[in-house]
């Protein structure tokens, strides 16, 4: 699928807040769709290049398949962002539901997914999360979707134990996605320079940082990666459950147009 980010994207997560079924759900949707309308709105007015649309508060996440009013939720509020923006839209399922995030992109004209563990398995909090390229690339071409992967490799919160090392699961991944994301350890944690020096030897494809971009490093990552994908220091104190901080949002975008 081609691409549809700039160079040096900047892509902004909107983290839903906790949806119907998941535990900490209150009973507010509407709350739901109109805070991340709101922190839609403070990203694109900063100049993000694009959002994703994650269900990030629904922990404890299910490892695979999520129940269908995640589903309908998820793809409720990405069609209200994908209406109201003027830059990309993606979709993250989490923990690991590709199959869900490709339907809603497909069905909302979302341009991306993110998928944490695209092929081999991993270990994680939620049990054991493996890889569904098989099924997720064939709703693709069944839905005929203009909707493009962009996966994990050595995905954060996790031990993989299909591939040794990182290099083989990126070359694995080259033909079966879009784009590649390599993480930190944890989410916030800052990703290592020397893992995008490798991932940048070992695939043609486009390289997003996936976790811990701030203004301290982003200088670092910024001629090693094509784009950057931002949560957690966007929000109050740096922290992914916060709400976003719109000052944060404005001081590191002021400092990417810098670099540019």
């Not at 839609?40 to 009013?69: C, K, M, T, Y």
């Not at 990309?88 to 490709?102: H, I, K, Q, T, Y």
């Not at 879009?178 to 020397?194: F, K, N, P």
Request: charged share 20%; aromatic share 4%.
């Amino acid at each position: 699928m081609p691409l549809t980010l700039p160079d040096k994207a900047v892509i902004a997560c909107v983290h839903l807040l906790p949806t119907p079924g998941s535990p900490r759900y209150d009973g507010d949707l509407r709350r739901v769709y109109e805070t991340a309308v709101c922190e839609a709105e403070i990203f694109l007015r900063h100049g993000v290049d694009a959002l994703i649309v994650e269900n990030a508060r629904d922990f404890p996440w299910h490892p695979q398949s999520v129940p269908p009013e995640t589903t309908a939720t998820m793809a409720g509020v990405t069609r209200e962002i994908v209406r109201m923006s003027c830059r990309p839209v993606g979709v993250a399922v989490l923990r690991n539901d590709a199959s869900a995030a490709m339907a809603v992109a497909a069905c909302t004209g979302a341009a991306f997914i993110r998928v944490n563990v695209h092929i081999g398995a991993a270990f994680a909090a939620q049990g054991i999360l493996t890889g569904d390229s098989h099924r997720t690339l064939r709703l693709r071409q069944a839905l005929r979707a203009d909707v493009a992967v962009f996966a994990d490799a050595g995905v954060k919160h996790s031990q993989p134990f299909a591939y040794p090392d990182l290099a083989t699961e990126i070359r694995d991944l080259s033909g079966l996605a879009d784009g590649v994301i390599v993480s930190g350890e944890l989410t916030g944690v800052g990703t290592s320079v020397d893992d995008l020096d490798l991932a940048r030897r070992t695939t043609r494809l486009p390289l997003l940082v996936g976790s811990g971009v701030t203004q301290d490093n982003l200088s670092a990552m910024y001629e090693r990666a094509d784009g950057f994908i931002v949560g957690s220091h966007f929000k109050i104190d740096g922290l992914a459950g916060n709400p976003v901080d719109e000052g944060r949002v404005e001081a590191l975008m002021k400092h990417v147009r810098s670099l540019r």
